[in-house]
């Protein structure tokens, strides 16, 4: 009954898996207006200049910078005002020497002027005439051609996650359509004889089915879309057709599985029995986690989480979100919101496996404390009153108090 | 024409708005599995204990601790092994003196039994005896009941943003409904007779509109539902009515402004003809963004955005989300994704006002540098070429290259 796992580090363990998976991008076109957080997977360059005419950036009147050369309040420059530029449309009045023309901010420059000067800097004589009481020089208040971005200029490269001024510079350019990842769809199959719906009330023995919703809630976070696919009993042909249903209209599947050893040898034989290669790694250096299963099945990734709700999201965590980042062609991972603080407990670990250690943080004494919030990996409130976790690496047996750390926020 | 701004500083304006507006929070219920990332108006505590019955952590014998004290490898413990306790259900056997009963991972511990020896401690004799080769303590490798949580244990506070493990925590207990937050409804307004939808092609003087996309996206990260109501012309009557119908719909409007002193005057005009009391605010002591409005209409905030793509980002920024964020309740905002950098550049500013300037993120010589991006704040590229934004505060005239500062990404 005891098992030997040939265990991988969490890097090597994700590696053998991304070697054997197919490392192109599914691609969509949509709206750019709908575009907010997801990934492009084209190339994209400025079709045409911003602006694509000269701009004033104020209130004030375009003219020719020379002829304010050298004026002063005492000894302003004359000019003759021979229009207005209106808003949208462009000007049908050339500016001479000695003439000037109303514009407004955001308004086109009109041929002949190089400089803006604001309103504020002049005085009216009368209806047609003002003074200017300051120099402005050529380019002054104006925005050129091209200022914003030039045609032909790299604007996004594949892989960038759009933002909301990502999609005003798309739309400034009139790139109303873009190509971007498919948001992967991630079939989850909670597995376990004692395992109930949420809306069920459970009778002796039985518990509610909790990790098909976190790890739902990571894939969205992620950037998938979760396909929740109920509960399955503890059996091989049970197990096995669920997963081939699940998996046929999904591009990720993920069996949360039971936590005895017993069930864990039914994801293994259920994963290596749904497609080639099957299983690819079971167990990993890493606790909560260890009896992790990953493998492909016909091309697409097949994770077998362990039932334990805090193990299933660490695990998903290290595996299931660089899978998805992956699949999305992802090329800079959103910084995750990290802090540091100062360890409030010593923490044991022993050397060759990566330990996960749930935190609360608390500011006592103006310094911010990350204290572990102790508690087995079947308790799904060690997450709910965490704010984070840390890391203890590899090649650590621990951290002592007072230590420095690294939080990762949920 | 100039304008006399009785400008308060970011701090005090949003006081000043606060001050006139409601501050219930419009709630709704939800089936707790769509809750992710919605914010929680009920107090909740556990309906119930959990586990709701004791649970084995391992595959292994439940027992009587004490029948195993002093067991080792050369003197272990016999015990008779009276039967199975099958997952999901309750044992009907009672564990007496010198007996044991197999029990799985996450499996309900029988009655009698106050402990679990790991399989792997044991040897098998015959068919139903077996040989305990080390002591357990009692409780070892059992979870109580209400380890978890204990029936009654306060669970989450009102205001607090549901994560994927509080949705795991919910189901668990069977807590399949919850009271959030209704996702405030923002209508955004376009105005300026020179802006055109992004999808047509601008003639002469005329630029596609990007304020609504820009605006929409930061809506919907914090948590709003973007209503875009499309693009007004610069006068009172069409602005007017068109602000009547967008805010009748929607929760908070949302003027994307003309830059021109004459078009925030209609704005201004617009907003107080809209609803009592009107503007609340006309003026922030905040570059690029001076010329904000704020305003409440019958009850309902309105804000007037500088038409300039990257004052109307920072104002959306320092006002609209703040508003978003108290209309769902929100008692911890989300830390929003901060890291320390060297500046690489003097940073120029007066006293009085907080500026906000675009950064770049770079690392180099194994140190993270904030390279600003300095561009008009017409410019929406400005954004875009930008990984995050710093503040100079109220009180500093500028910043020296090599100082450390505070970039908050976007």
């Keep these: 009954m005891p098992e030997m796992f040939k265990v991988l580090t969490p890097a090597d363990a994700l590696r053998v898996l991304f070697d054997q998976l197919p490392s192109d991008v599914l691609e969509e076109s949509i709206a ?32 020719r910078a020379e002829d304010t050369f050298g004026a002063t309040e005492s000894l302003p420059a004359y000019l003759a005002v021979i229009g207005e ?19 407004y901010t955001g308004g086109m420059i009109p041929p002949g002027a190089d400089a803006v000067v604001m309103v504020e800097r002049t005085q009216k004589l009368d209806a047609s005439n003002i003074e200017v009481l300051r120099a402005v020089a050529p380019g002054e ?83 998938g879309v979760p396909l929740p696919r109920g509960i399955v009993g503890d059996d091989y042909e049970s197990l096995l057709s669920a997963a081939r249903v699940a998996l046929e209209d999904a591009d990720v599947l ?5 936590s005895s050893v017993s069930t864990r040898d039914l994801t293994a034989n259920v994963v290596n029995d749904l497609g080639k290669p099957g299983v690819a790694v079971h167990g990993v250096a890493v606790r909560p986690g260890k009896p992790t299963i990953l493998g492909v099945c016909s091309g697409k990734p097949v994770i077998g989480l362990p039932g334990n709700p805090v193990s299933a999201m660490v695990v998903a965590g290290l595996f299931l979100v660089p899978i998805l980042r992956r699949m999305q062609g992802v ?71 007072g230590e420095s750390v690294e939080v990762e926020l949920f």
């Design 141 to 223: 208040n104006v925005i050129d051609v091209g200022e914003d971005v030039k045609e032909g200029e790299p604007l996004f490269d594949p892989g960038h996650i759009l933002r909301p001024q990502d999609l005003g510079g798309l739309m400034a350019l009139g790139i109303t359509q873009v190509t971007v990842a498919a948001r992967p769809r991630v079939a989850i199959v909670s597995t376990g004889d004692e395992v109930i719906p949420p809306e069920l009330t459970p009778g002796p023995g039985q518990i509610r089915d909790v990790n098909t919703y976190t790890i739902a809630g990571l894939v969205a976070r992620a950037g």
């Design 32 to 63: 750019s207006g709908e575009a907010l957080d997801r990934v492009l997977v084209e190339k994209l360059a400025a079709p045409s200049s911003l602006p694509a005419f000269p701009r004033s950036t104020m209130d004030g009147y375009a003219l």
């Design 85 to 103: 530029v209106p808003m949208g449309r462009a000007s049908e009045l050339a500016v001479g020497p000695a003439q000037a023309v109303v514009v």
């Design 331 to 401: 090329v800079n991972p959103p910084v995750r919101r990290r802090l540091t603080a100062k360890l409030s407990h010593n923490v044991s670990s022993v050397t060759g496996r990566e330990d996960y250690v749930q935190v609360r943080l608390a500011e006592r004494d103006n310094q911010l404390w990350a204290e572990p919030v102790f508690g087995k990996s079947n308790l799904i409130y060690t997450l709910v009153k965490a704010d984070g976790m840390l890391c203890v690496p590899l090649d650590s047996n621990g951290l002592h108090r």
């Design 254 to 258: 993920v069996i949360s599985a039971g």
